[in-house]
């Protein structure tokens, strides 16, 4: 399952919205009221039918919205798929994800290079640079803000926060193209064997998404 927590607070409203309407969407395999679907999301029906088109160009092969007048709204998807396949599609558009990937990952990154980089107006980005700042701090992690934009504090926590924000923010998508994560999983196949456990689903991909963490932060000279 997909754990909501603070970080949700990296998600722009618009994003929210939809992951709402895909969850209500595919609780149960029927046709959806979109006055019904308005009410309970609290959003207005042009809004949501927005949302609806956005939505139906994000997924992939396989799923669909159909839309019906008189009967309303419906989701198609393949059998054995679930949410969680579509979370990062929906999630990797918002901004604030963006800009902490960029802050994370680009060395000499400012607010007017993100703006111009990102398309972003420099007015939002500083917003969302200071929400991602208020967001550290609760983790005792600080953002510098010049010259460059820099997360600084311990290594640690840098790592652990970090860790969080791709478990929280990619689900079970695993985005690293550099690392091929089979390598990770046959490392874990050979420690299960070792010690004669199973590890569960999610503790293996928080496990597969710590370990990359770790080594992307050593590939940097990031060290404890």
């Known amino acids: 399952m997909i754990k909501d927590t ?119 980005t500083r917003e969302i640079v200071k929400k991602i700042e208020l967001h550290l701090k609760k983790y005792g992690l600080e953002l510098i803000t010049r010259p460059y934009l820099q997360i600084v504090g311990s290594e640690f926590a840098i790592r652990a926060y970090v860790t969080r924000f791709y478990v929280n923010v990619y689900a079970q998508h695993w985005p690293f193209k550099e690392f091929d994560r089979k390598i990770i999983m046959n490392y874990l196949s050979v420690f299960e064997r070792n010690l004669g456990i199973t590890l569960f689903k999610g503790d293996k991909h928080r496990l597969t998404v710590c370990l990359y963490t770790l080594i992307n932060r050593i590939k940097r000279k990031k060290s404890i």
């Not at 603070?6 to 992951?19: A, W």
């Not at 395999?29 to 609806?52: F, G, M």
């Open 6 to 124: 603070d970080f949700i607070e990296y998600f722009d409203k618009d994003i929210v919205r939809q992951e709402k309407i895909m969850k209500i969407l595919i609780q149960e395999d029927k046709w959806h009221n979109l006055d019904d679907l308005a009410n309970e999301i609290q959003w207005a029906k042009k809004t949501i039918r927005k949302d609806l088109i956005i939505l139906r160009d994000i997924l992939p092969s396989g799923w669909g919205i159909l839309t019906s007048k008189g009967r309303g709204i419906r989701l198609v998807k393949p059998l054995e798929s679930s949410l969680e396949n579509i979370i990062y599609l929906i999630r990797k558009n918002t901004k604030s994800f963006q800009i902490f990937q960029c802050i994370l990952s680009s060395k000499n990154v400012s607010v007017l290079s993100l703006s111009k980089q990102l398309f972003i107006p420099y007015r939002a």
